[in-house]
C-alpha cells in the first residue's frame, strides 16, 4: 500500500525568507502523481503544485517550487518570499496514475512572522 | 464559473443518528470523491463516483455509503452515528477518472457528534 509521510508537524518562516517543508512517500509504482496542498483555516484545500513521476524536471509555480528525488521517494515543496498569506496547513498527497483517490500526508502547519 | 459546493456548512448530530452530506461539483466534471478528514490529521478516501457508479472505496465501514445523481451532484450517508465520526468531510470533483486532471475540492462540511 501507498503511504506519504510528512515529518514536520510544524515549521515556522520569517516573511520573504525560504522554507522547505519535507515529505516522503513509498510506492511500488512506476507511474503516478505526487501533489502539495494549501489548506488555511478558512478550510478550503488549494492546489499548490503538481508534479508527474515521470518528468525529471522539478515542477515551478511563481514562488513555489519542488525537489523530487525519485529514487529516494521524496518531494519537498519550496516557498520563496514567503508571505503571510502562505500561513496555512500543507499536505502532501500521491496520486496512482490509473486510480483516483488521493493518499495524504499527516500535514505540516507553516506559520510565517512578520 | 461556481467551484465545488457542499451543505450544510456545519451540522451537529446525536450518536445513533443518521447524516447526510451533499456535494454540486464544478460544471462538467463527472467523478465526485469523498474524504474524511479528523481534526489535526490529513484527509482519507471514503469513495470515489464516476458516471453515478462507484469507482472506490476507501477502509470506512458499511455505516458509510453515497450515490451519485444523473446532474453529477453526490450524497454521502452515515448512519449510526458514532463519536469518532466527528470530522470534515471534503468533496472533491474531477473531469475524468484516472488520469491527470486534478480534483477541485469544496470547503467541506463540519460534522460534530455529540
Known amino acids: 500500500a501507498q503511504t506519504v509521510t510528512q515529518s514536520q508537524p510544524e515549521m515556522s518562516v520569517q516573511e520573504a525568507e525560504t522554507v522547505t517543508l519535507s515529505c516522503t512517500y513509498d510506492?511500488?509504482?512506476?507511474?503516478?502523481?505526487l501533489f502539495w496542498y494549501k489548506q488555511p483555516p478558512s478550510r478550503q484545500m488549494i492546489l499548490v503544485i503538481r508534479?508527474?513521476?515521470?518528468?525529471?524536471q522539478n515542477a515551478t509555480e511563481n514562488r513555489f517550487s519542488v525537489n523530487f528525488q525519485k529514487a529516494a521517494k521524496s518531494f519537498s515543496l519550496k516557498i520563496s518570499d514567503s508571505q503571510l498569506g502562505d500561513a496555512a496547513m500543507y499536505f502532501c498527497?500521491?496520486?496512482?496514475?490509473?486510480?483516483?483517490?488521493?493518499?495524504f500526508g499527516q500535514g505540516t502547519e507553516l506559520s510565517v512572522k512578520p | 464559473d461556481a467551484g465545488v459546493t457542499q451543505s450544510p456548512t456545519h451540522l451537529i448530530k446525536t450518536r445513533g443518528q443518521h447524516v447526510t452530506l451533499r456535494c454540486s461539483p464544478i460544471?462538467?466534471?463527472?467523478?465526485v470523491s469523498w474524504y474524511q478528514q479528523v481534526l489535526g490529521q490529513g484527509p482519507q478516501f471514503i469513495f470515489q463516483y464516476y458516471e453515478k457508479e462507484e469507482r472506490g472505496r476507501g477502509n470506512f465501514p458499511d455505516r458509510f455509503s453515497a450515490r451519485q445523481f444523473p446532474n453529477y451532484s453526490s450524497e454521502l450517508n452515515v448512519n449510526a452515528l458514532l463519536l469518532g465520526d466527528s470530522a470534515l468531510y471534503l468533496c472533491?470533483?474531477?473531469?475524468?477518472?484516472?488520469?491527470?486532471?486534478?480534483?477541485?475540492f469544496g470547503p467541506g462540511t463540519r460534522l460534530t457528534v455529540t
Open positions: 510506492t511500488s509504482e512506476s507511474d503516478y502523481y
Open positions: 508534479q508527474e513521476a515521470y518528468k525529471q
Open positions: 498527497a500521491y496520486r496512482r496514475n490509473q486510480g483516483g483517490k488521493l493518499i
Open positions: 472533491a470533483s474531477s473531469l475524468l477518472r484516472g488520469d491527470s486532471y486534478e480534483q477541485y
Open positions: 460544471s462538467g466534471h463527472k467523478s
